[in-house]
């Protein structure tokens, strides 16, 4: 596997190629990035999307941060029951992944047209090929001989006194060895699902830290000032959609745990129809789950910035005897 | 984020966790296809040790689904390639099994369009190439996917409904030509027809958005001409119940005559089979014996048929009066109860001439006792006395309010941008053909939760761009689709 190193000689060609204040700073930068800016968020469209395996299981487990997957699961691509990779997020997901500082949302650039480091490119990529195939088959002879050794072995057991056995299977592996040939349309090949890299030369894939296309208004802001809160209180949070509110709560994470609440972010001066208020409480009794109204409490009066608070009302049908 | 006025600067990613090494890819070349089931799901954490083990196991298994790269052998993968120019993707070599129901053919070259080679790749039977390259599925969301393909939303429908197994492709707004077959048989397709050719910037500009400016002067005459139409066809269809009721039917040549320039000046060879009638032998009295020569229009070229002599056949109908039983016979007495021999008026008349003069006073005197404010002015009543037979009627003559069908007559609303089809779904155990594909299950219309719901105007235009064929609306809430439609349903009207 050299494709590592590769990758480092490119690295170390371009830095030659710069002065060496500018390489200590970059070094320094680069340090820094490891430490904050681990996870990235790529967008599509206005999609906030995870590729990433690693990066989705840390915000899962840092974080707290669900999402769904929405890709084809690469174990049995043909079913809706468990996807895979992509995982795209909520915006006030990716919003608190950013503000928390566990995140940088990237846009990709275009798939660049730079003709001499696309023939580099593409020629180490041939090269990763052949190589792997070299070794694939390296590999697949090991086996056949190993197959090969253990039914000469058996065969060996089973007649004990037949001397010119272990000749046979020498005269065998010796024309195995010949006459073995690994055809090119076994051979393993990788389906990236994240980007692969060596499509990018490392100094050309400048992903833009996107301008964040999210929508500012105040029913966005609410939204997040509620998520954030009750992701602080330790819940967990899906979308609800089909239940007609905002958030579906959860005690614990959503994989092992069922959802106790239905959450409805309001703004704290909304005037709601009694009728809304009737049908969502309604449906949540139908689902087995409580009602939440979430409304934040203002907080711009007062100058500076005091806890954040939430207020919650519970939706309850009561019935008098 | 302030990021907005730092310079957009280079990440580096570690591009390479995710690569497999030759071993890896190698032992994994057989590995299990099963997924683990997950179990029931727990209502409130307890933190007992048994509680967490088993979120331990189910969380590791989840890992390793998701962590798993796609992996294939090269005999099984076809190769393609992106050509952006054209947003679509070109195979290189011979497509699999999946050409049964995607791709299409081009100049001799077999082409996918971006959201197939999309769904393929995720299921690890494409390799797309660019420059030489193969794209990764990242790369692909990022390309294949965008306003002028197929949007992530739209592509999240897609994939969702393949990976059940429906055929799905994309809606052509223009309709096909099977279906303007079928529409020239259905009773309405001269209207239809004539729409269509008359206005064919308005069909074509509504799904654009562009309507208001491409719209010619000489297109604004056409809803008069429509409406000429519209009447003339309503005249001969009303025509048709009224010579049905009449006792002597005039078929054959005569009616067939009255209708015919119409009929046959939009099309020879269809014949409107409303106008044709098959004679009513039964209620010919005996003094007309023969019935007339059919008109030659209807006949095949050589083929003479002379007068019909009727007594003959005559002999062969049953012609004695229905033998009604009692009950019936009471319950339409019941009906006809107040005879005229019970009028006490009626009774005082002596004569046939002092009959008529009662009846004629009557009715003199139920003009005059109407109030004066009804009728005459321009304000009437909307319904008169006397003047129905039926509750039906009645209720007929009191809506205001007519009943509607979404299908009828809004080829001249504006065109919204926001609102269109975007697949045709065909269900996964039809035989289906490429070249044929038939009537789709359903259209497809993908919207988000974000977004507003459809007001009637969208629903209205929707369901005139899908003709027959019905509209479900699929809803994405952040990977979460769910699909909705809405029937029209017409109230029950039969009152006795």
């Known amino acids: 596997m050299d494709w590592n190193a590769t990758e480092s000689i490119i690295q170390s060609d371009e830095q030659h190629a710069e002065s060496s204040e500018c390489v200590d700073a970059r070094n320094k930068r680069e340090e820094e990035k490891v430490e904050n800016q681990t996870v990235n968020i790529s967008l599509c469209g206005s999609t906030p999307l ?14 707290g941060v669900i999402g769904t997957l929405v890709g084809s699961l690469a174990r049995q691509p043909r079913q809706n029951i468990r996807l895979g990779r992509p995982l795209e997020l909520l915006q006030e997901e990716a919003r608190l992944l950013v503000q928390t500082g566990k995140a940088t949302a990237l846009r990709h650039k275009e798939l660049s047209e730079n003709a001499g480091s696309r023939l580099k490119a593409v020629e180490l990529y041939r090269a990763r090929l052949e190589q792997s195939y070299e070794e694939q088959c390296a590999l697949a002879l090991e086996e056949r001989k190993a197959v090969l050794q253990r039914v000469m072995n058996e065969k060996q057991n089973v007649h004990k006194d037949n001397e010119g056995a272990e000749l046979a299977v020498r005269e065998r592996l010796e024309s195995l060895e010949k006459s073995f040939s690994f055809p090119r349309s076994a051979m393993a090949i990788q389906l990236y699902t994240a980007r692969a890299g060596f499509s990018h030369c490392p100094e050309e894939h400048a992903f833009l830290a996107a301008d964040w296309p999210m929508p500012r208004d105040e029913r966005s802001e609410t939204r997040f000032r509620v998520y954030k809160d009750l992701r602080s209180k330790g819940f967990y949070l899906t979308t609800a959609g089909k239940f007609g509110g905002d958030y579906l709560v959860y005690p614990g994470d959503p994989l092992r745990f069922h959802a106790h609440f239905i959450a409805l ?9 009694l009728c809304d208020i009737l049908a969502i409480a309604r449906l949540g009794s139908n689902v087995k789950k409580t009602v939440i109204l979430c409304s934040p409490q203002d907080t711009s009066d007062s100058g500076e910035e005091i806890e954040e608070e939430v207020v919650y009302s519970s939706l309850q049908w009561s019935g008098i005897v | 984020m302030a990021a907005t006025d730092i310079q957009p600067e280079p990440v580096q990613i570690d591009f390479t966790k995710e690569l497999l090494s030759s071993s890896e890819l190698f032992q994994r070349r057989s590995r299990s296809h099963k997924i683990p089931v997950r179990g029931q799901k727990e209502f409130l954490p307890n933190y007992s040790v048994q509680q967490k083990a088993c979120l331990q196991k189910t969380l590791d298994e989840h890992w390793m689904l998701m962590t798993e790269e796609r992996l294939e052998r090269a005999g099984n993968l076809v190769n393609a390639e992106w050509i952006p120019e054209e947003k679509i993707v070109k195979l290189q070599s011979p497509a699999g099994k999946f050409w049964q129901t995607m791709g299409f053919s081009d100049q001799g070259k077999q082409c996918l369009f971006p959201e197939e080679a999309l769904y393929l790749m995720e299921c690890g039977s494409l ?7 193969p794209l990764s599925i990242q790369e692909g969301y990022e390309t294949f996917l965008s306003a002028e393909t197929v949007t992530f939303l739209q592509y999240q429908v897609f994939g969702h409904l393949k990976r059940l197994g429906y055929v799905v ?48 002067y000489s297109n604004l005459e056409t809803p008069g001409q429509l409406q000429r139409q519209q009447t003339f066809q309503d005249d001969a269809l009303k025509s048709d119940p009224e010579s049905d009721r009449a006792p002597e039917r005039n078929w054959w040549t005569n009616v067939s005559r009255q209708l015919q320039p119409d ?54 109908i049953h012609l004695k009066e229905e033998c009604w039983s009692k009950q019936k016979w009471q319950r339409d007495q ?86 269109r089809i975007t697949f045709n779904v065909y269900q996964p155990d039809t035989e289906f053909k490429k070249s044929y594909p038939g009537k789709p299950y359903t ?35 952040h990977g979460d689709i769910s699909f909705y439609c809405f029937k029209e349903f017409k109230l029950p009207t039969d009152v006795y």
């Open chain 2, 263 to 316: 009929s046959l000046q939009t099309s020879e060879h269809c014949w409107d089979f409303s106008c044709i009638f098959f004679p009513d032998l039964g209620s010919y009295s005996g003094n007309r014996a023969c019935l007339p020569p059919p008109d030659p229009s209807l006949l095949p070229g050589a083929l003479q048929v002379s007068e019909c002599h009727l007594a003959h056949w005559h002999r062969n």
């Open chain 1, 50 to 63: 995870l590729w990433r395996a690693a990066d989705i299981r840390k915000c899962r487990e840092e974080v």
């Open chain 1, 265 to 273: 972010c309001l703004p704290m001066d909304e005037k709601v129809p």
């Open chain 2, 169 to 216: 492709n994309r809606f052509d707004a223009r309709p096909s030509k099977q279906l303007k077959r079928k529409w020239s048989r259905s009773p309405s397709f001269r209207l239809c027809a004539k729409k269509s050719t008359a206005s064919p910037e308005v069909s074509a500009g509504q799904h654009k958005g562009e309507i208001k400016t491409s719209v010619p």
């Open chain 2, 334 to 419: 019941e009906r006809n109860r107040c005879s005229i021999n019970d009028d006490q008026e009626v009774c005082r008349c002596r004569n046939w001439v002092e009959y008529l003069e009662l009846l004629e006073k009557r009715r003199s005197q139920q003009h005059n006792e109407r109030p004066t404010h009804l009728g005459e002015q321009e304000v009437m009543p909307l319904a008169q006395p006397g003047k129905c037979s039926s509750h039906r009627e009645l209720l007929e003559q009191v809506s205001i309010i007519q009943s509607y069908d979404l299908l009828v007559g809004n080829s001249r609303l504006p065109g919204s941008d926001h609102w």
């Open chain 2, 443 to 477: 259209h497809l219309c993908v919207c988000s939760f974000d977004g507003p719901v459809p007001d009637l105007h969208a629903l209205k235009e929707l369901s005139f761009q899908s003709g027959d064929v019905s509209v479900t609306f699929a809803v994405v809430d």
């Open chain 2, 127 to 133: 390799q797309v190439f660019y420059q030489d390259l």
